[in-house]
Every structure is written in C-alpha cells, then in structure tokens.
C-alpha cells in the first residue's frame, strides 16, 4: 500500500510517497515533490490544484492520505490558504482516497515508539520533504 505524506505550508502542499510491501518499506519514484497554488488564486485555481492532486493520486494508485495537521489558532497557526489546500484534497470524489489529519501529539508518540528505520539523510529526498516523509511513515503506521 502506498501512502501519500502531505505537509502544507503557505500555498504549497509538499508530498512523499512511502510503500510498505511484506514489512518493507521503499521509496516510490515521484516526478512530483510539491504543489502549488497561486498566490492571488481564484476558484478556478483551486478546481486546478484539486484536479492535479487528484490526478497525481491516482496516476501513483495511492488509497491514503496522510496530512500534517495545522493548529488553527496560536503561535503555530495554519494560513487561511493551507486550509483551502486541506479541504481541496479532503473533497476529492474522482478516486477512492481515504484522507487522515496527524495531529503534531500523535506524530511524536508514534516515532517515540517505532522509530525511523532509516535517518532521513540516507533517503534521498530534498530537505523540505522531511515532515512529509515522517507523516507518509506515521501514515502507514497508522493504517495497518
């Protein structure tokens, strides 16, 4: 099963896909490390972002999808634009996708008890796709 790790900053939503086959997990090829949504964006714009997401998911046969989840209020609170991005790939209907908010707690008891088996470094992905590769193998975790 291949599951789809989203973290959402500003208008992007960077992805990583993580496979687990027979307890091993691997690392998908994906021409696709983020998506973006333009800044001055209309509906139009969003119907777009939703399309491609969509597209993307079902191109990679991805059934989960796991999404870092913002605070809406406070220090570390989400932009109105990261909430638009979430409720887009929430609506998707085209494909069968089932969409899961990690909350920061859940996250950090779930590495706390099933550590990485690999260091991030050694995976081959850009730096900017950390938190979503941790939320594609809490994701996996989390699903079987």
Not at 34 to 40: A, F, I
Not at 47 to 54: N, S
């Amino acid at each position: 099963m291949i599951v789809c790790g989203v973290e959402l900053t500003g208008s992007d939503a960077v992805v990583c896909f993580l496979n687990m086959d027979r307890g091993q997990f691997n690392l998908p090829e994906c021409k696709v490390r983020k998506l973006s949504l333009p800044k001055n964006h209309s509906r139009e714009d969003l119907k777009q972002f939703q399309a491609a997401f969509a597209a993307l998911m079902a191109e990679y046969r991805v059934t989960h999808v796991a999404i870092k989840e913002r605070m809406p209020k406070g220090k570390f609170a989400g932009g109105a634009v990261s909430f638009k991005l979430e409720a887009a790939i929430q609506l998707i209907t085209d494909i069968e996708l089932t969409v899961t908010l990690l909350p920061s707690a859940l996250i950090k008891s779930t590495l706390a008890a099933n550590p990485l088996p690999i260091a991030f470094a050694e995976t081959g992905l850009k730096a900017f796709q950390e938190a979503a590769f941790v939320c594609a193998y809490v994701g996996q975790l989390q699903s079987q």
